[in-house]
């Protein structure tokens, strides 16, 4: 035995500068399998109405937290938030204003550490108000050329809605709708949205009732109808003749145009057809005269103008005297 114990004396050393050795080494190949690691992470922050005192509502949403995750490589990544609790404290809320709110934040992972937790958070507080709005019809697409809206209505026409009191005064009821196809009056179910001064939605209004009838009223601006097409004639057919007839092709044309202009526009006339000197029938084609904002069927139209000359009338021969 006395051989071993002094094995075991004079290599003592020697044995545990061996086992350090070991252990480093160990940790090494532990620690390349599986380095410390760490990962930033965005947990949201409860801000729930139930949470705040009664009447008092938060203007702007809290923003999340940045925490940050420290531990193993195999630890960090197996981490899930929902081992996290986020407790606020608005209890002490009694006004509106700018508040910090204490903040705690409970780790159910003993694998990992975290870092960069706040003690408090800021949050925006106001007082809840309820107002009655108007219901304002905005139309988002304009009814196809040739149409316009004529009125516009909402049935409900206004909302009872509950907002911040700061948003109270210049917040507006908006019922949005599209007429970008509709040609005739119409009654759809429209989504209401309080909106802010800048026509943001307001997150934190409720309202009732969240939807409303709208109902416009779309009339034409155009409208067409039949006229007959006049032939204008200037100058004078030459001496000895007369114009025996005039032909119009076509004789009637469709116009288009607004209901006002063409209520009273039963004849169009033609462009000017020069008769002067003439001594033979001719055709010729020329445009119609339109009023602004009128269109036709037919933009030329032929006219044929005849023309024959005058028949002379033949003399009787005078009497013989009688014996």
């Known amino acids: 035995m006395k051989w071993m114990t002094s094995l075991v004396r004079n290599h003592f050393w020697l044995k545990l500068i061996a086992l350090i050795v070991a252990l480093v080494g160990w940790s090494g190949v532990v620690y390349s399998e599986n380095p410390p690691d760490a990962v930033t992470l ?10 705040l005192p009664e009447g008092f509502v938060l203007v702007h949403p809290i923003p999340d937290l940045t925490i940050t995750v420290l531990g193993t490589r195999d630890n960090v ?11 606020p404290d608005y209890a002490h809320v009694a006004s509106p204003g700018i508040h910090d709110i204490p903040i705690a934040v409970t780790n159910a992972d003993a694998h990992v550490e975290l870092e960069g937790i706040p003690s408090a958070v800021t949050a925006d507080v106001d007082k809840l108000v309820t107002a009655t709005l ?4 905005q139309v988002t697409a304009a ?3 040739g149409y316009i809206v004529q009125h516009t209505s909402a049935s409900p026409s206004s909302i009872s809605v509950t907002l911040p009191e700061r948003e109270a005064s210049h917040a507006k009821a908006v019922a949005s709708i599209s007429l970008s196809s509709i040609t005739t009056s119409v009654q759809q179910v429209e989504e209401v949205s309080v909106l802010d001064s800048a026509g943001v939605p307001i997150a934190n209004a409720s309202f009732t009732p969240s939807a409303t009838t709208v109902s416009v009223s779309i009339a034409a601006t155009t409208t067409s109808r039949v006229s007959a097409v006049v032939p204008t004639l200037a100058g004078v057919v030459a001496n000895g003749y007369e114009i025996t007839g ?13 209901q006002a202009v063409l209520a009273n526009l039963n ?53 013989s005297p009688s014996p």
């Open 143 to 145: 009814p196809p050329a």
């Open 246 to 258: 005039i032909i119009v092709n076509p004789q009637i044309v469709t116009l288009n145009g607004s």
């Open 77 to 87: 990544l197996a981490f899930r938030t929902s081992d996290l609790t986020v407790t």
């Open 134 to 137: 108007p219901i304002t019809i």
């Open 42 to 51: 965005g947990i949201p922050v409860p801000q729930e109405s139930s949470l």
């Open 267 to 319: 004849e169009v006339h033609t462009g000017i057809v020069d008769v002067n000197g003439l001594t033979a029938t001719t055709q010729v084609t020329v445009p119609l005269t339109l009023p602004q904002g009128v269109s036709s069927s037919a933009s030329t139209v032929q006219v044929q103008v005849t023309v024959q000359q005058i028949p002379q009338q033949s003399s009787s021969p005078s009497p």
